[in-house]
């Protein structure tokens, strides 16, 4: 976030043209999750911690009614993107730190402050991801993804991506088969655009034809990125 203006990549526009969408309002920020200009939960997440911050930054009426105003804010982002958890934990996080405030300048102070901290935070812990999954990955390895879990779907490294970017730091040879992931063809556009702007062996392969290369063993590991992961393990995705 520069100032009050949140800047994020405009994902729907890869990997033909990058460009960087600028939102001056909490409402285009919205939009932005709404619309899948920013995608990924923990992207999202810190999109929305922004976003509550920059509704917290335009307010400016008295502060008895603060919050009033800050609860419709609160279901206002909670409604846009309702798949992802990291979104109501990035949301609720704002939220309770400034819902106490003793007057509206320290509602906006915190808020600033909590939002940098949210996404930071967010940043380090795909790191550990990296860091922690690196050691499941062995040289000359071939990996399946399907979906997007990069850096373009998190505030930094990615979640499913991290390991593989991480593997490849440490000079281990690594080959990619990336799913198209249709509809949306989160894999074709998103994916494979990080793989190469990163130097990493990938293939391209249709969705349906996954099954064929783990059929003939050439899928040593498959790494995917999830919505939300249930306490016995299960992954959810919705694609």
């Known amino acids: ?19 960087i969408y600028r939102s001056e309002d909490y409402i285009k920020t919205a939009d932005a999750i709404r619309n899948m ?10 999109t929305a911690s922004y976003g509550m911050a920059q509704a917290i930054l335009e307010y400016d009426s008295e502060f008895n009614g603060f919050k009033a105003y800050l609860d419709e804010v ?6 846009t993107r309702p798949t992802a958890y990291d979104l109501f934990h990035a949301v609720d996080s704002i939220y309770n ?11 906006k102070d915190k808020a600033v402050k909590e939002s940098l901290k949210y996404a930071q935070e967010s940043a380090l812990m795909c790191r550990r991801i990296g860091e922690i999954g690196e050691d499941l990955l062995e040289d000359g390895m071939s990996i399946l993804t399907h979906c997007n879990a990069g850096a373009l779907a998190c505030v930094d ?9 991480i593997a490849n730091h ?12 249709r509809p949306r063809m989160q894999g074709s556009r998103l994916t494979a655009w990080e793989l190469l702007q990163e130097g990493i062996d990938h293939f391209l ?10 059929s003939r063993g050439e899928i040593d590991l498959v790494i995917v ?9 299960d992954v959810v995705n919705k694609i």
Do not use: W
């Not at 609160?74 to 409604?79: A, K």
């Open 205 to 214: 392969i249709a969705d349906n034809a996954a099954g064929y290369f783990m």
């Open 157 to 165: 490294y990615g979640t499913a991506l991290s390991p593989v970017r």
């Open 170 to 181: 440490n000079k281990k040879r690594i080959l990619v088969y990336v799913d198209e992931t």
């Open 1 to 19: 976030m520069e100032d009050d203006v949140v800047c994020l990549i405009n994902q729907p526009l890869l990997p033909h043209r990058f460009e």
């Open 37 to 46: 200009i920013v995608r990924g939960a923990p992207a999202i997440g810190a």
């Open 74 to 79: 609160r279901v206002f982002f909670h409604e």
């Open 97 to 107: 730190r400034v819902v106490e405030s003793v007057d509206i300048n320290d509602a």
């Open 225 to 233: 990125g999830a919505d939300r992961i249930a306490l016995n393990g």
